[in-house]
């Protein structure tokens, strides 16, 4: 049923309400919106005993959007098993159908017939992501050609596809895995001529030893698309499509092998739609163009240690993470809201790293004489670790951090300098780059990853904007005509 489940789709059923002798099942309809899955009951508000409604009166006070209960609603294409219901809407009349509009935290449409548990626990969960076919270069196919004699035109292609490629690390209490799995659609077109689509994708799988909360999944995988999304593409990436599979849903299902004989079972999955991740699936698809122009490195880029340590890493510098993983959900996102947010990020980041070599030259001199770091010496520390030459831009890591850090202050205080609308925008190429390579070098402190991203020629990429404008730095971080 849901794969023909799209955003403002309803589908009728019935829920089942077995504790009521008088109504074991009453009407419903399921409807898929841009907040999630939503689910409607009409009824009567007669609470006479005996009465048809009367068994609703007793799921609590439709005032409370608290408390949760769970709802099985069967529909003409299969179950929908509802968890941790709360109500959205109460509408109540007196002469004509009242009406509770409920809202499930997570819902589940099983493959097959199974019971519903009490809540909702699974040791895996798989995930449809944006941008992981251009991140990893896997694909699922491969064709062969059988030529004429010529040796020129092919008179058969062999289509082989098959979901081989895959790369697990350990993070955290999790099992994480990508790897490659495709589907097949018929296609059907006006002129009466068929084909076949092969739709290929990369999935990411978390898997526990025990069965958790799907946020507990969501949480882990996340944690690894701050890594994808901040630093090898520099733009949000999201949830599209969520798939679970744990041995208390349902029972294994039997198969029989190639051979005919042999036997073997395998846990089905089956289809999510959670409120945690719902409206990134509403969201516009990104270019694949774009995301192959964006990449800085692919996966074969990343050693299996710096997978396995990027859990520990993301915990350790989530302050870093966190606003920046907002700031690419807002979209289109403005100049100078990537010049404050960035600077936040760096400034979160400074306490981590501490005292750096050279910080000194950002220090500000006081009225007694004395010195003290500023919010220029916290984007240097950030910077320091880059290692890179920012020559091409006319100046050091000294004054770029102070080139930052003007446009910061002047943003964010009400008194402070209005920037001109270039300089705001090459100052945020600037540090869009920056917390990109910043977040390689999380992940890879030796800088292994930033020689693979070849960090050096992203500062040139950043020059050849400033060149375009006719710009260049000087060193206490001031703009400059050419």
Known sequence: MVLNLRTGDATPGLLDNESDE??????????????????RVPFFPDVRPGSHFAGITEWGDFSDDTSTRNFLLQTQDGPAHLFQNRVFRHTSHSARPSTTLFEPRD????AEAVDMPDTLAVTRLRSDVDGLLAFTRWKSWETKGTHHENGVLVRALDIHVEGTQRVSWSQGDATMTLR????????????????????????LMSEFVDSRPVADHIREQRAFLDLVSIAVFGRSLYFRHHEISDPSYGSTVPAVARDGEDTFTYEPFHHLITMDTRNEATQPHPDAQRLRDDIYLPLGAFPQHVLDGWGAASDRWQQFLRPLRALLRRVPTAPDDFVVTGSIAFERASDLLGRQPGEEATYQTTKDGKTRPTVATDIYRCL???GVDWSDLGTDTVGVARTIAWHYNGVKHPRGETAESEHLLLTAFIVRA??????????DPTGGLLGSARAQHRVQHVAEYFHLYGFTLTDNGRFVAL
């Open 22 to 39: 008088v109504a074991p099942t009453l009407g419903a309809t399921l409807e898929l919106t841009e907040r999630g899955v939503q689910l």
């Open 107 to 110: 819902t589940v449409f099983p």
């Open 180 to 203: 490659t799995q495709w589907d097949t659609e018929v296609r059907d077109r006006p002129d009466g001529r068929g084909g076949i689509d092969i739709i290929d994708r990369v999935v």
């Open 384 to 386: 320091h670790q880059l």
């Open 434 to 443: 920056a917390v990109r390579l910043f977040t390689l070098w999380i992940a």
